[in-house]
């Protein structure tokens, strides 16, 4: 039978509070939520926490909105959720693609958007879509509040720049005039992680690209960006030519590991294949 180690258990019934008991336990403490990630690592000692901080009554973490030129969506929104919001959908519909190839409904039903971000699982879809439209996280702490950009977030495979603590609370997502954007995933099955998957946004100013941003997850890419395909669009026309070199570019700059989802090359022929699908698919929502 596999059961976690004994572990202390509180719930929070504020962000204070939450940050008051993340200071109390330490850096051996964790945040659960949705608990989908966190639980079966438990199960199996892979992780082995000394107290458990329960957030999920923390009703201030649960919005979507618009405010102040940008998409904010706390940390406590379920994945169901964010699926279900017409507006999120509308401005960024890269997220409504992740959302609806992430797990199953069970899991989308109770899996939070900051669990998913904060678990930092290299294979993890939002984080390449949250870093594909250049995101925010806003993380709060006892001394006060820091944004930070998500394409800095992630220093590791399951890592983070979220201090012990520190709370997790809210994404904001710039809206861009002219802008659409695309998610494009392959995986082994329906709802499992991605062998390889592609978030891309574009910014149009007639028919030249203004902005991109592309983003990667299962394929070693650095902070799930690729910043060498980004770099090559901008500035030139949105062409089908330029979004496969765009592709073969980023193929090119991610690191695959072979493991029992496919080999390196098949992966990176993924990774070329997925992002060109991506920006096509951005391209078109941008001009429509």
């Known amino acids: 039978m596999q059961v976690p180690a004994q572990f202390e258990y509180e719930r929070a019934t504020s962000v204070e509070h939450a940050l008051a008991l993340l200071a109390k336990y330490g850096p051996e403490s964790r945040v659960i939520a949705g608990g989908h990630s966190l639980i079966p690592m438990m199960k199996l000692r892979l992780a082995r926490p000394e107290a458990l901080v329960d957030v999920n009554e923390l009703t201030e973490l649960c919005g979507i909105e618009v405010s102040d030129g940008e998409l904010r969506i706390g940390a406590l929104v ?15 519909p890269v997220l409504a693609d992740a959302e609806r190839v992430i797990a199953d409904p069970i ?5 939070t958007i900051g669990g998913s971000l904060c678990q930092a699982d290299p294979s993890e879809d939002l984080s390449a879509a949250f870093a594909a439209v250049r995101a925010n ?10 944004t930070v950009p998500v394409r800095e977030f992630f220093t590791g495979p399951y890592s983070t720049v979220v201090g012990p603590a520190e709370l997790f609370v809210e994404l904001r997502l710039p809206i861009r005039d002219g ?3 695309a998610y494009a995933k392959v995986g082994r099955r329906a709802g499992d992680w991605a062998v390889a998957a592609a978030g891309a946004e574009l910014v149009l100013e007639g028919d030249d690209v203004a902005e991109a941003g592309i983003g990667l997850t299962a394929v070693g890419a650095p ?3 690729a910043a060498e395909a980004e770099d090559f669009l901008r500035g030139g026309a949105a062409s089908a030519e330029r979004f496969e070199k765009a592709g073969v570019t980023a193929a090119e700059h991610c690191s ?6 496919g080999p390196a090359d098949y992966k990176r022929h993924l990774v070329a294949t997925l992002t060109t699908r ?7 929502r941008a001009g429509g």
Do not use: C, K, M
Not at 107 to 111: A, D, E, I, S
């Open 107 to 111: 899991v989308r039903n109770r899996g």
């Open 256 to 261: 695959p590991a072979a493991d029992q989802r």
């Open 78 to 92: 379920r994945h169901a959720e964010l699926l279900a919001s017409a507006e999120a959908g509308a401005l960024f």
């Open 137 to 146: 996280a806003v993380i709060r702490g006892e001394q006060g509040t820091r």
């Open 278 to 284: 991506a920006l096509h698919r951005a391209a078109e």
């Open 223 to 225: 902070r799930f960006v």
């Open 179 to 181: 802008s659409g954007s």
